[in-house]
């Protein structure tokens, strides 16, 4: 073989094992983000990941109960994923399903951005703050527990359809990290015991029945004036 | 015997690699190492998440991969190519091979000794602010 020829074969050699090994990586991640099973993911953001869950299984009469820490998440992203974002939120509302997000570490930002969402979209879009310095001692340690930790619940009725976890997502970030996405025929024995005390947890924190002294929900502003008028 | 001699001092300089493995395994294990964060919600088992976090320890956990894919990819053919002159001399010159170790094995240890050198950061920068009081 010339040098020409043994210097393309060795360095083609190269450049192949490390494309086909790259490529594999990707195919691997491709499958976990968008097939509708179980998946893992060190890093994961709500937008290209979760988004991509929940639209498999959108459907009206789906309830979505998204714990979201300070509720930063949306502002954290450039101006055209937070408007990708607000769009796919805008046509789950609309198709009837009921999206609750729960922020435990209310801030000015986070209401200020949150309530042009409720004045904004349908009805099906709830927003609860959770102070935990007016909670119950109990109370105040479980949201305290959901400002980092985010388990995301999707059910219908009863019955569980996903299970989205985020190990730690810090308040100013668009990623969260050790990520689980539990797919709703993997919600059993431990799993489904996992979700039924998340579930059980975030219903008692925000049981407006029960009319905590540490929630507050967003109404729509022309609500909100009705409401203190009456 | 002597034939063999070029080949046996090419294989020398790639273990010089090893070593750089064992620099990278020992700065990975502490790159993807976990840390208790509390506990889930409702008393449930405790929550393990990544020690370093932020881009600047995502980009290094992204290097490290990247060194691994480089090692297996350019030491696979290259160790092949060395097995395949012992049975067919002269299908790849020594000169040849030689000038391809010292590329590979240079771009390797420059990228471990980066790998080394910012996962060093990161400890230290975790050190710093987590101070004698660990959270």
């Not at chain 2, 449930?44 to 992204?62: E, K, M, Q, V």
Request: with cysteine; net charge positive; hydrophobic share 45%.
């Amino acid at each position: 073989m010339s040098d020409t020829l043994q210097l393309f074969v060795l360095s083609g050699a190269t450049a192949l094992i490390f494309g086909c090994l790259l490529l594999g990586v990707f195919a691997n991640r491709y499958r976990r983000t968008h097939s509708n099973g179980s998946a893992r993911f060190i890093t994961a953001s709500a937008l290209s990941n979760l988004s991509r869950k929940i639209q498999h299984i959108a459907e009206p009469g789906v309830e979505v109960l998204m714990p979201a820490g300070a509720g930063l998440y949306p502002l954290t992203l450039n101006a055209k994923e937070r408007a990708e974002t607000e769009h796919d939120l805008e046509k789950w509302v609309t198709s009837g399903i009921q999206y609750t997000v729960i922020i435990t570490s209310p801030n000015d930002e986070a209401v200020q951005y949150w309530q042009t969402l409720v004045d904004r979209l349908p009805s099906g879009l709830k927003v609860f703050l959770l102070d935990r310095a007016k909670a119950f001692e109990e109370d105040a340690i479980e949201i305290e527990r959901l400002d980092r930790f985010h388990p995301v619940l999707i059910l219908k009725g009863q019955k569980p359809l996903g299970m989205w976890l985020e190990a730690v997502h810090d308040p100013r970030s668009s990623i969260a990290y050790n990520v689980e996405y539990v797919a709703s025929n993997d919600i059993v024995d431990f799993q489904r015991e996992r979700f039924f005390r998340f579930l059980r947890v975030i219903r008692k924190l925000t049981d407006e029945g029960r009319r905590p002294p540490h929630l507050t929900r967003l109404l729509p502003a022309a609500a909100a004036i009705t409401s203190t008028a009456a | 015997m002597d034939a063999y001699r070029d080949y046996v001092s090419l294989l020398q300089i790639s273990a010089v690699t090893l070593v750089a493995c064992v620099f990278l395994l020992g700065a990975s294990a502490d790159l993807f190492g976990l840390d208790q964060m509390g506990v889930e919600p409702g008393g449930g088992r405790p929550l393990y998440a990544l020690r370093y976090r932020g881009w600047f320890a995502n980009t290094t956990r992204h290097m490290v991969f990247g060194i691994g894919l480089f090692l297996v990819s350019a030491y696979s053919p290259f160790i092949s190519a060395l097995l395949l002159n012992l049975f067919f001399p002269g299908l790849f010159s020594v000169p040849l091979l030689a000038g391809f170790a010292i590329v590979v094995t240079s771009i390797t240890i420059l990228a471990v000794c980066w790998v080394v050198f910012l996962a060093v950061c990161l400890r230290w920068v975790k050190m710093r602010q987590d101070g004698p009081f660990p959270r």
